[in-house]
């Protein structure tokens, strides 16, 4: 099957062939129920790498344009809207989105972004890569392997060598390469419910059996968790995907034994860690690791932004050589100038100074959504979640009675809001500003009847 797309060598491919394969599906030239070629048939029609093709896969795998069938392939699954919702017969603007639906919003500002001193490094990288003596592109991923290391040793608190240090582009990348590493057809993977749509998709289609364990306030419950063997428990510790709960040191034991009973490796997913905005008392799973069954995945997408395709697994001793071969099987890395760049950014000390300044950007945004929702919804609005990361759980007051009309309105006044469930609404503060934020709620407040001063929803 030839797709028909031209993709131009000036800008992002991965990014070009995401958009141009979403607008065939939403056209319907692609059909639902369409089978897919193979990442690899693909990657060599288009002379792309294959990695460049399966992250375009798994990113519209995650938001629903797509769906693999084990044994089978990759198929077309359904036409969404704009907003990542399930057209109705007869859709309209003002239709709700599919009750099962969850958005999860949180996007970093990319005005953020240090551009000039990335620039500076990509060309010092390609000045490198002009003098090129055939061992730079292993010299380059060893510096950022060592870089990281010593970042999470500094930020985490985790004992990790270079060697135990697997690239990967990205978040998704790295949990594709723990899946290629843990999962076999018929394995149990455990996850958190609710939690990472992308991942249970991915592991889904690893041929794994899925098993979902709720979350509460302390993160996932732990006494909840299944009899038996498994093969991998996916767990977001410092900042629950989407409730932001952080697992408690008790439940973080708890999962520990557990795990070491049942045979299963912890895939600890630390991606929004990087931002935290309190205190967090309790360390890093790996820490408390004594068996060696705990793998630390993360990136830098949340501090320097979606474009910049850097993320990493922390593998325990034992694993190092069957990761590498995993890695291997689910595309290496190959992202030398982005890797060289991104070594001597976190070595030169300018990734802490970078994250120190926009986690103080962030935590005004953060602090000025909580003011507002409290002064237009009154004081005792149930937030959550706030602790780290770009989004926060608003749970509704009950004269509101539905999370998705409001998280749609929210949308449509200029906030960036999703929702889980019938009464929580997720909301991101990363891109809009302060002010932005400020009238945003005021207005949303009056949409839903209130006065603005918070009397409406206070019981006043």
Avoid at 31 to 51: D, H, N, W
Avoid at 180 to 187: D, T, V
Wanted: contains cysteine; glycine residues 10%.
């Amino acid at each position: 099957m030839l797709i028909p797309l031209k993709l131009l060598r000036d800008r992002p491919l991965q990014q070009q062939l995401y958009e141009q394969l979403r607008a065939l599906i939403i056209s319907s030239r692609l059909a639902s129920g369409t089978r897919m070629p193979s990442t690899r048939m693909l990657a060599e029609q288009f002379s792309v790498s294959r990695i460049t093709v399966l992250l375009t896969y798994e990113r519209l795998i995650a938001e629903g344009y797509l769906r693999t069938i084990p044994a089978k392939g990759t198929f077309v699954h359904r036409v969404l809207a704009a907003d990542g919702c399930v057209p109705r017969a007869n859709d309209n603007a003002t239709a709700e989105p599919d009750p099962g639906t969850v958005r999860l919003p949180g996007r970093p500002d990319p005005h953020l972004f240090p551009a000039v001193k990335w620039r500076a490094l990509i060309r010092t990288a390609l000045n490198t890569l002009c003098a090129d003596t055939g061992e730079e592109p292993v010299i380059a991923e060893l510096g950022l392997r060592r870089a990281i290391s010593r970042w999470l040793s500094t930020s985490r608190g985790l004992a990790v060598e270079a060697d135990q240090i697997i690239l990967a582009h990205g978040r998704q990348h790295a949990l594709h390469i723990a899946a290629h590493l843990l999962l076999r057809p018929g394995s149990r993977a455990v996850t958190e419910a609710p939690g990472d749509p992308a991942a249970e998709l991915m592991f889904a289609g690893s041929g794994a059996n899925l098993v979902t364990v709720p979350v509460d306030e302390d993160g996932i419950q732990t006494e909840r968790l299944p009899a038996g063997g498994a093969a991998l428990v996916l767990v977001t510790p410092e900042h629950q995907r989407p409730l932001g709960s952080v697992l408690s040191l008790k439940r973080r034991h708890a999962l520990l034994s557990w795990a070491a009973r049942a045979g299963a490796t912890v895939i600890e997913e630390d991606s929004d860690g990087e931002l935290r905005y309190e205190e967090m008392d309790a360390p890093a799973l790996m820490t408390l690791d004594r068996d060696g069954i705990v793998l630390h995945a993360g990136d830098f997408a949340a501090a320097l932004g979606p474009g910049v395709m850097l993320g990493y697994l922390a593998v325990p001793q034992r694993l190092i050589g069957p990761a590498r071969a995993a890695s291997r099987l689910a595309g290496a890395f190959a992202g030398r100038l982005e890797a060289e760049a991104l070594a001597t950014l976190i070595d030169s000390g300018s990734y802490a100074r970078h994250l120190h300044a926009v986690r103080k950007a962030y935590l005004l945004r953060r602090d000025a959504l909580i003011r507002s929702l409290r002064r237009h919804f009154g004081e005792t609005a149930r937030i959550s979640g706030a602790a780290a990361g770009l989004h926060l759980v608003w749970t509704l007051p009950p004269q509101l009675r539905s999370a998705a009309a409001v998280a749609a309105m929210a949308r449509r006044l200029g906030l960036d809001a999703g929702r889980v469930g019938e009464r929580a609404v997720l909301l991101g503060f990363g891109v809009p500003a302060v002010q932005q934020i400020e009238t945003a709620v005021e207005r949303l407040a009056q949409a839903l009847g209130g006065a603005g001063d918070g009397k409406a929803f206070s019981g006043d």
